[in-house]
């Protein structure tokens, strides 16, 4: 009985919760659009008894997902997500590597303060994190006064609203989530291997390739994911620092709830999103699993 | 072994420039005393003032803190439960769907959440407002607490419990007195990364309120769009200070606890 309980409770916060809202997302993807409160079509009327419900069927339909595949305006920002969620990705390992790594080698007793370091931003709003680079990025910013007063340009660049500025504060902002998984395979490393590779013939670059890259590979797929998943579907970024040229699908799915009012493309675009999230998480999940087993 | 190296050297300190001198920016920013947030007019702390006398900003500070507190609470909880059902209750039916709708939400875009759960409070027909972003926020919040707390649950030697109910315990006592004191660091971290989860979000607080509730974040968030603010800065500043605080203090705790549980570990092992 006690088990019971313990089971249901947190089981049926989340089917509430999480589960159902999911279902009504799916359902109103396939509802047309009405001017009335709730403002689609059709609703589930159960007191009409079984008739309700195969006329309420009959009325669903993919109209919305074919409106998506129309107007050019949607699959195009799915294209420029994943392309901009693949580059600032590309872009964060670049930087988060080498950091990760001259954490790994520092002495031991500077480690943990390093790793302070590392997690203190995380902790910090993500709003805010974002918000600080728009006073430095904009035509009278930081960046182009400095720039302007070392004399490497003429006349301000304009960062801030293209996207530069927002592939600059992915890779600021999902930094740590890179930097953790590459650290942490990186410190277990027997640095004994890397003296073999030595003795053994190597150059330091090629021991490097060879055997230190390698050890931390699965490291570099865990941040990888880490920053490319949520990336996809990033709201405040691209309408912070990104211009009306940015376009994400997190901000479309936004615009179109919240400007337009048309919850059942709304819906429909959530629904899209999650299938293309689907394989990524899958991989993803594969990649933990294997390490998991590999170190039981 | 470890000779010094240019290269390592310098990653670190480029890397924490890039990751500290944004935020170092902004909180020097917060005490200029000119408007425009791009010229230095000298040394002022009138935009904290500013910022107490604004009722709005303050009334959402409120709000985001009352959500925050309530929200991470009932999340952990929930979240521990989860947790030990994960962990400990052994095989039942619904056990794939239980698992993939704990971490599902930990890799979901913020907007399909806030989407979903927006959708079903007007199904259900719930009137938006604090106890809506308190729902929405406990669910996310707890999948983060039961996958820390699991982690901790998994580590631990399962036969303390066992030899408490042998002793007499019932299920409950066992719990209270053996697994939570043993578990309770990753139940406070997961209070914590519940609590500054809360605090934190925009997207899914936007789609869940009503006009009676304005978080923090959606007010920083409706400022920010119109450009750059010496209030925001000093909001921005306040906020970065309570944090480096929080997790400073917390590092040292931890710290201090691990070093007294060695030396008690250390006694007990000592033949008497």
Known sequence: MRRFVLIAVPYLWLVALFLIPFVIVLKISLSDVALARPPYFPQLDLSAGWEGLTSFFAELDFENFWFLTTDDLYWKAYLSSLQIAFASTVMTLLVGYPIAYAMARAAPEWRPTLLMLVILPFWTSFLIRVYAWMGILSNEGLLNQLLLWLGAINEPLTILNTNTAVYIGIVYTYLPFMILPIYSALERMDDSLLEAAEDLGCSRLSAFWLVTVPLSKNGIIAGCFLVFIPTIGEFVIPSLLGGSGTLMIGKVLWEEFFSNRDWPVASAVAVILLLILVIPIILFQRNEQKQREAEG | ?272
Not at chain 2, 103 to 116: D, H, K, N, R
Not at chain 2, 179 to 197: E, K
Not at chain 2, 199 to 226: C, N
Request: charged share 15%; hydrophobic share 55%; glycine share 6%.
């Open chain 2, 1 to 272: 072994m470890r000779r010094f190296s240019w290269f390592n050297a310098s990653a670190l300190t480029l890397g924490f420039a890039f990751l500290y001198i944004p935020m170092i920016i902004l909180v020097i920013y917060s005490f200029n005393a000119s408007k425009l947030v791009t010229v230095w007019a000298g040394f002022s702390t009138k935009w904290y003032g500013e910022l107490l006398r604004n009722e709005e900003f303050l009334n959402a500070a409120w709000v985001t803190i009352k959500v925050a507190v309530i929200s991470s609470t009932i999340a952990t909880i929930l979240g521990t439960m989860a947790a030990y059902v994960l962990v400990r209750a052994g095989r039942f039916s619904g056990r794939t769907l239980f698992s993939g709708m704990i971490y599902a939400p930990l890799v979901m875009p913020e907007v399909i959440t806030g989407l979903s759960l927006l959708l079903l409070f007007i199904g259900i027909g719930l009137d938006r407002g604090v106890l809506t972003i308190v729902l929405a926020h406990t669910t996310f919040s707890m999948c983060y607490v039961s996958v820390v707390v699991s982690s901790r649950l998994v580590s631990f030697d399962q036969s303390l419990e066992e030899a408490a109910l042998d002793l007499g315990c019932s299920p409950f006592e066992a719990f209270r007195l053996v697994t939570l004191p043993i578990i309770a660091p990753a139940v406070i971290s997961g209070w914590l990364l519940a609590f500054t989860l809360s605090l934190d979000d925009l997207v899914i607080a936007s789609f869940t309120t009503g006009p009676s509730a304005t978080t923090l974040p959606i007010k920083i968030f409706s400022a920010v769009r119109l450009g750059v603010s010496p209030e925001i800065n000093a909001l921005s500043t306040i906020m970065i200070a309570i944090v480096t605080i929080g997790v400073i203090t917390a590092s040292l705790i931890t710290k201090q606890a691990a070093i007294r549980q060695a030396r008690d570990e250390r006694m007990a092992e000592r033949p008497t």
